[in-house]
């Protein structure tokens, strides 16, 4: 597996954290850089499942028509919690493998949010956690 497209190296800073994949990378740009690969003709638009290659995502209609752009940048606006002006399809416009431009995001960030975790929050003391919430009599 050392020399396989599929292997990537685990971040030495990560600690025990999950390594972001090489399809989520930093671009000549600046801003973050998506592999994605399309599968047309399906029930639900979904993000299917995320590789050290692509990003698969199922799209409802074919992968041809300027109407799957559309699509695609919908999807991963609202998976992302981005507006579609920070969302550009830099490749692949009219084939099944496309390269999504993500502005005023980190790769860590798309690739927890592609894997639908929530945000981290911090503490009333600062420290790192997720907030409690309130409880129901709260504001009686």
Do not use: F
Not at 41 to 64: F, L, P
Not at 88 to 98: F, I, W, Y
């Amino acid at each position: 597996m050392d020399r396989s497209v599929t292997s990537y190296q685990r971040d030495a800073g990560a600690g025990d954290r999950v390594p972001v994949p090489p399809c989520i990378r930093v671009g000549d740009s600046g801003n973050v850089e998506v592999s994605i690969e399309i599968e047309d003709r399906q029930q639900h638009a979904t993000i299917a499942k995320i590789t050290a290659d692509h990003v698969r995502v199922h799209i409802t209609g074919s992968a041809n028509h300027d109407s799957a752009q559309q699509e695609i940048l919908a999807l991963m606006a609202k998976t992302l919690s981005l507006r579609l002006t920070n969302l550009t399809l830099l490749r692949g416009t009219s084939n099944r493998h496309k390269v999504l431009v993500v502005e005023m995001l980190t790769t860590r960030q798309v690739y927890a949010r592609l894997r639908g975790l929530p945000p981290p929050q911090r503490r009333a003391d600062g420290q790192p956690g997720y907030r409690k919430g309130k409880p129901w009599h709260h504001g009686l």
